[in-house]
């Protein structure tokens, strides 16, 4: 039945660490983090909790986009090691109880895959229905849609006379999911992957394997364009039925371009599609709608009304995911929190935000010991393709380059892929050669080394938010309730199971600000700071368990958000 609660499920309750592994840790010395390097730094992530591994692509790629630019889904790119090295790290893994997610690039493959090379050298390759053509000799680009990463979205071919669809960089073009041969490769590629034991996928933007008809001109944002196209549910459920459910995995697929209301319909249960996904809502909070790449102001109301409404969305309709940082976002403490005198309390709250909503939470690498967006000086220490062609079209309208960097570092990628901090050495103890991308000058104060010597910090936080997450089922299951959704500061909720009543308050502001008699009889559980008088300080958190029976709260009408406000004591 459509809407019916499924039974709970292990990645429900599970807490996920994502490894972006170029900069997680180099062992050989070549400045590019390594399969090596992340086992000997498991246990790190076994000490923090966590129970997942997400690792982004480690596939031969000429990296263009740095991995998302695939050239052979069953091999390991030798910078990062051998079958032999990943086959060693699974083992390691399951030694300490930790399972891992495989990213899979499926809407598109690097230029450099033998499927394109043929493909594109001839139009009776075998190959060639793989991709997307269209036009012929002396026509114009099909249509003006646009391409994530700038420029159009489709390429001229010289040898057969006619255009390539690509949705991001010309290098990657997208693969024709319409082709059934191409999907039974692809669903073959998943299971050798299941074979060597991972389990599960996230599927990089999966609401875009389905391509809308070539016709309408792009208007507005890319992402609503590219996403939700005809065909995109019937792949998913192919792909659950062909692979998924007979090999037991999970997958969490990216997308870009699904509204909450849309997101049942890749993850309702009944519908036997994908696990969870990854919404852009709150991504493309400092963004201007037409542009991804563009900053824009955010309010912490918007934060608010995202996050309410994703958990209404799916409220026994499916199951969220939940996120702050990843690879392709700036530092999370940058962007919502402080990085001055209140950056550990800071990256406590938002700890605390991503380990006390309903879904499964997502840590970013580094975002466990608060790390912050790096000054890059110049474009030139810039790595990412979105910079490379920001800096490009910037430079062409005769912008100069410390105005072109200045608007870049309010959304620049790269600032989630500086090396990860884990001693005061040399380039955080990353590696022993030359990074290929500047470490966080940060480093000498903010890493694992020091983080791990004071119990107060915030890495020992994490530790003991997901230990309290494990510890209570209500803060995974329990119902959430906004409370006070209008306050400018305080983002306040609480989580309802059975007998258990949760209450989560956060001042989301460097001021300090009077909360009247919010949450005074509550047992504080944890909390950035000591104590829980009537004014919140700076960026502090708080999460205390309510004495008070949930009684006739625990009803449907909860996830309504129609708690009494005065029931929790608050008052202005
Ligand atoms: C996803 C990845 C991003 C990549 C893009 C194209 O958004 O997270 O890193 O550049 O897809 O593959």
């Given amino acids: 039945m459509p809407g019916e609660a499924a039974p709970r499920a292990w990645w429900q309750e599970a807490v996920v660490y994502q490894i972006y592994p170029r900069s997680f840790r180099d062992s050989d010395g070549d400045g590019i983090g390594d399969l090596d390097g992340i086992t000997g730094k498991l246990d790190h992530i076994a000490a923090l909790g966590a ?16 991995g998302y630019d695939v050239a052979d889904y069953r091999g390991i790119a030798p910078e990062f090691g051998t079958m032999a090295d990943f086959e060693r790290l699974l083992r390691e893994m399951d030694r300490r109880g930790l399972r891992l997610i495989m990213d899979l690039v499926f809407n598109h493959s690097s230029d450099q895959h033998p499927w394109f090379r043929s493909a594109r050298a001839s139009k009776d390759s075998p190959w060639r229905d793989y991709y997307i053509w269209r036009g012929s000799a002396g026509s114009g680009p099909p249509n ?39 999907r039974r490769e692809l669903w073959d590629i998943m299971r050798f992957w299941a074979g060597k034991g991972v389990a599960g996928f996230r599927l990089d933007v999966a609401s875009f394997f389905s391509k809308k008809p070539f016709e309408a001109p792009q208007t507005g944002g890319i992402f609503p364009f590219y996403a939700n196209g005809p065909r ?50 709150h991504a493309g909070i400092d963004r201007t709608p037409e542009d ?48 001055g005198v209140h950056r550990a309390a800071a990256a406590k709250l938002f700890a605390t935000l ?37 800096w490009q079209s910037a430079r062409a309208a005769g912008r100069a380059e410390a105005d072109f960097l200045a608007e870049h570092l309010l959304v620049a990628r790269d600032h989630a892929r500086t090396p990860m901090q884990w001693d005061a050495s040399p380039h955080g103890g990353f590696t022993d ?12 104060v903010t890493n694992v080394a020091a983080a791990t010597a004071d119990p107060d910090s915030v890495l020992h936080h994490y530790r003991r938010l997901i230990a309290l997450r494990k510890a209570t089922p209500a803060l995974v299951h329990g119902d959430y309730v906004p409370i006070e959704a209008g306050h400018p500061d305080i983002f306040a909720y609480v989580r309802l199971l059975d007998d258990v009543l949760l209450l989560v308050v956060l001042n989301v502001s460097a001021a300090a600000v009077p909360i009247g008699d919010l949450g005074r009889d509550g047992v504080p559980l944890i909390g950035s700071h000591d104590g829980h008088g009537p004014v919140m300080r700076p960026f502090e958190a708080r999460v205390l368990r309510m004495a008070e029976e949930p009684g006739e709260y625990a009803s449907p009408a909860c996830s309504m958000g129609e708690v009494d406000p005065a029931y929790m004591g608050f008052s202005d």
């Fill in 51 to 66: 129970d997942v591994i997400w690792l982004c692509p480690v596939y031969p790629s000429p990296n263009v986009d740095n």
């Fill in 144 to 182: 003006d849609w646009r391409a994530v990463f700038g420029g159009g979205a489709w390429t001229w071919n010289e040898p057969t006379g006619d255009w390539y669809f690509h949705i991001f960089a010309p290098e990657q073009p997208d693969l024709n999911w319409e082709n059934p041969a191409l």
């Fill in 232 to 281: 995109v549910h019937d792949y998913l459920r192919e792909m659950r039925r062909e692979v998924l459910d007979p090999l037991g995995l999970v997958t969490v697929g990216e997308a870009p371009g699904v509204t909450a209301d849309e997101a049942p319909l890749y993850v309702d249960p009944a519908r036997g599609e994908l696990d969870m996904i990854f919404h852009f809502d």
């Fill in 292 to 339: 991804f790449w563009t900053p824009a102001p955010w309010r912490l109301a918007g934060l608010k009304d995202v996050l309410t409404r994703w958990d209404r969305a799916l409220a026994g309709r499916g199951w969220n995911s939940l996120y702050l940082g990843n690879h392709d976002l700036p530092r999370l403490l940058s962007r919502f929190g402080d990085t």
């Fill in 354 to 390: 991503l380990l006390t909503l309903r879904g499964t939470p997502y840590i970013y690498q580094g975002d466990e010991i608060g790390m912050i967006n790096t000054p890059f000086p110049s474009v030139a220490d810039l790595r990412d393709v979105v910079a490379a062609n920001g």
């Fill in 433 to 444: 050669g030359a990074p290929w991308i500047m470490a966080n000058p940060d480093f000498a």
